[in-house]
């Protein structure tokens, strides 16, 4: 049986408000007064309710929504697991007194996990619109606008090669210059977009450092070669392309001009701080560096088995 808060106080939570009245964090005292909106706990009380056609009237009873709610704050604004929260509502009586669970027995982890399922992303919107609103009532915020922020998602990335980078600054350069030439018009030099080449390079490479046996040091210096060639180009393209393009000001001034200007500029430091460098000492630079054709994750590999056999020296 669900309620919407809890309707009767146990002995120890009078207790527990009087010691902790005067540790409470700044946000949980803003927090409190808007959580107390009576439209923010009955929309978490009608979410939980719709886990069982009879949850409302029928069953032991439940964790009232209000402390659902509360809980679930709480463990957004720590970034905690559900572990985590457990544990430290257990331990702590500021978040007791928070989360008006008092001398309750604090809920379990996995209950707790139950709950985020039960809320969902719909339950989480409506929350969101209504603290808007109450923002607004307070003319805390206009709110036109509402960031909001998002879960970080684990992937896989690619091994940070130095061809790879080096094909990710070509295409960083090639996109900034595309950018340059949609506002400032095609003037002067035309863009020659080389990602097609720079990939095909890359790919090659890759299929050398895989071969059986090991990579051929001639074969792999002879890939390097032509893809510092490629990306030689590239620099000097964009070079001689920013150099005839006009900068904002001769533009028009206007915000678009501006944004030519900056990304103008922003391509220059591309340029700069690419893998090749801006200028052709740091291409001779890479040659001589790869003129014994090793991949930098063959060159790791060597350095980290030099190193094992130092520790079980």
Same mark, same amino acid.
């Given at each position: 049986?669900?309620?919407?808060?809890?309707?009767?106080?146990?002995?120890?939570?009078?207790?527990?408000?009087?010691?902790?009245?005067?540790?409470?964090?700044?946000?949980?005292?803003?927090?409190?007064?808007?959580?107390?909106?009576?439209?923010?706990?009955?929309?978490?009380?009608?979410?939980?309710?719709?886990?069982?056609?009879?949850?409302?009237?029928?069953?032991?009873?439940?964790?009232?929504?209000?402390?659902?709610?509360?809980?679930?704050?709480?463990?957004?604004?720590?970034?905690?697991?559900?572990?985590?929260?457990?544990?430290?509502?257990?331990?702590?009586?500021?978040?007791?007194?928070?989360?008006?669970?008092?001398?309750?027995?604090?809920?379990?982890?996995?209950?707790?996990?139950?709950?985020?399922?039960?809320?969902?992303?719909?339950?989480?919107?409506?929350?969101?619109?209504?603290?808007?609103?109450?923002?607004?009532?307070?003319?805390?915020?206009?709110?036109?606008?509402?960031?909001?922020?998002?879960?970080?998602?684990?992937?896989?990335?690619?091994?940070?090669?130095?061809?790879?980078?080096?094909?990710? !600054?070509?295409? #960083?350069?090639? +996109?900034?210059?595309? =950018?340059?030439? %949609? *506002?400032? &018009?095609?003037?002067? $030099?035309?863009?020659?977009?080389?990602?097609?080449?720079?990939?095909?390079?890359?790919?090659a490479i890759g299929r050398i450092v895989r071969t059986k046996?090991?990579?051929?040091?001639?074969?792999?210096?002879?890939?390097?070669?032509?893809?510092?060639?490629?990306?030689?180009?590239?620099?000097? !393209?964009?070079? #001689?392309?920013? +150099?005839?393009?006009? =900068?904002?000001? %001769? *533009?028009? &001034?206007?915000?678009? $001009?501006?944004?030519?200007?900056?990304?103008?500029?922003?391509?220059?430091?591309?340029?700069?701080?690419?893998?090749?460098?801006?200028?052709?000492?740091?291409?001779?630079?890479?040659?001589?560096?790869?003129?014994?054709?090793?991949?930098?994750?063959?060159?790791?590999?060597?350095?980290?088995?030099?190193?094992?056999?130092?520790?079980?020296?």
């Amino acid at each position: 049986m669900i309620k919407a808060r809890r309707q009767q106080l146990q002995f120890g939570d009078g207790l527990i408000a009087e010691e902790v009245s005067d540790l409470r964090e700044e946000w949980m005292k803003r927090a409190d007064q808007v959580l107390e909106d009576e439209q923010l706990v009955a929309t978490v009380y009608e979410a939980l309710a719709k886990r069982s056609p009879k949850s409302r009237t029928r069953g032991r009873r439940g964790t009232p929504a209000e402390v659902v709610m509360r809980l679930l704050l709480l463990k957004h604004m720590r970034n905690w697991s559900y572990a985590v929260l457990e544990r430290e509502v257990r331990a702590n009586l500021v978040y007791r007194d928070f989360t008006r669970v008092g001398a309750a027995k604090a809920p379990d982890c996995k209950t707790m996990g139950r709950w985020g399922l039960a809320l969902g992303p719909e339950t989480v919107e409506k929350i969101h619109a209504r603290v808007v609103e109450i923002a607004q009532e307070n003319q805390v915020v206009q709110g036109r606008k509402m960031r909001l922020d998002t879960t970080v998602v684990e992937t896989n990335i690619h091994y940070p090669t130095d061809s790879n980078l080096l094909g990710d !600054g070509v295409r #960083v350069l090639i +996109r900034a210059m595309k =950018r340059v030439a %949609e *506002i400032a &018009g095609q003037q002067g $030099a035309k863009l020659r977009d080389r990602s097609r080449s720079v990939k095909l390079r890359v790919l090659a490479i890759g299929r050398i450092v895989r071969t059986k046996g090991g990579p051929s040091r001639e074969r792999l210096q002879q890939a390097y070669g032509k893809l510092l060639s490629t990306v030689g180009r590239v620099v000097a !393209g964009q070079t #001689v392309f920013q +150099r005839d393009r006009p =900068r904002g000001e %001769e *533009i028009g &001034g206007s915000e678009a $001009a501006g944004g030519a200007g900056r990304t103008a500029e922003r391509t220059g430091y591309l340029c700069a701080t690419c893998a090749t460098g801006d200028a052709p000492s740091q291409t001779a630079h890479l040659r001589r560096r790869y003129a014994c054709g090793r991949e930098v994750g063959e060159h790791l590999r060597a350095r980290h088995r030099n190193h094992s056999q130092g520790q079980g020296k």
